[in-house]
């Protein structure tokens, strides 16, 4: 079966370092997703992309995340420097071209950042 | 913008039995499309119905079926004969397609903490 890979599953940190995160979409999608998920806020988007293009990373605090899609198989957030308050589950989804696909997005399993 | 609502954060129900959870929606779009996703333990986001805001029918799989309300912003999923497996939390999410481009981020509601009572 086609699906999302997220990597690493869990991460556990300390206030300061550098955190990547990486994505492989489902071969195929044009569309690129990225959303942090938390107690208190939710599902929030960070990040997305249609074609590599960058679209919308409005959601994403500029001065410490960076995301990226070096390649159409590849896509990655990092988190430099890393604080407490970036300890949520990262979740990246890939959704195909439309027509009758659209709206059928794929998630993978989610990457859970503990920042100590 | 579009908002999503979901005002249970938590529900339970007994093996067997139906239950419905509720969600409201704000938008000023005539097409789009809705979704329920389910989030077990396990965390994996997993889609479980969607609904283009175009059909009337409402969306039907197996146990799982929606009761969209489109002049009241209503979408509602009924889920049958629960089972210990629908354990989980339910998210109710909108997508405003772009023509010919396909998908947009979905704007997903606070979720609904589901348990189901053996």
């Known amino acids: 079966d086609a699906r999302v890979t997220q990597t690493p599953r869990d991460k556990v940190t300390e206030m300061g370092q550098e955190v990547t995160m990486r994505c492989q979409p489902i071969?195929?999608?044009?569309?690129v997703f990225w959303y942090r998920q938390t107690m208190m806020q939710g599902l929030e988007l960070l990040a997305y992309?249609?074609?590599?293009?960058?679209?919308?990373d409005s959601g994403m605090p500029k001065d410490r995340f960076s995301a990226e899609m070096p390649d159409a198989t590849l896509a990655t957030l990092k988190i430099q420097p890393s604080e407490p308050r970036d300890s949520a589950v990262y979740f990246c989804?890939?959704?195909?071209?439309?027509?009758?696909?659209?709206?059928?997005?794929?998630f993978g399993e989610g990457s859970r950042l503990t920042v100590l | 913008a579009q908002t999503v609502t979901q005002s249970q954060p938590e529900m339970s129900v007994q093996e067997a039995e139906t239950v419905t959870l509720s969600c409201t929606y704000d938008?000023?779009?005539?097409?789009?499309?809705l979704f329920w996703y389910k989030q077990p333990p396990s965390r994996q986001m997993i889609l479980v119905i969607r609904?283009?805001?175009?059909?009337?029918q409402n969306a039907t799989e197996n146990r799982f079926s929606v009761n969209f309300q489109k002049a009241a912003k209503s979408f509602s999923l009924k889920i049958s004969d629960s089972q210990l497996g629908d354990t989980a939390m339910y998210f109710c999410?909108?997508?405003?397609?772009?023509?010919?481009?396909?998908?947009?981020?979905?704007?997903f509601g606070k979720g609904t903490r589901l348990s189901v009572i053996a």
């Open positions: 938008t000023s779009e005539s097409n789009y499309y």
């Open positions: 999410a909108f997508m405003k397609p772009v023509p010919y481009s396909g998908n947009t981020p979905l704007v």
């Open positions: 071969l195929g999608h044009n569309t």
């Open positions: 989804a890939s959704g195909p071209t439309g027509g009758t696909k659209t709206g059928e997005l794929f």
């Open positions: 992309f249609r074609n590599r293009a960058p679209l919308d």
């Open positions: 609904q283009e805001a175009y059909k009337q």
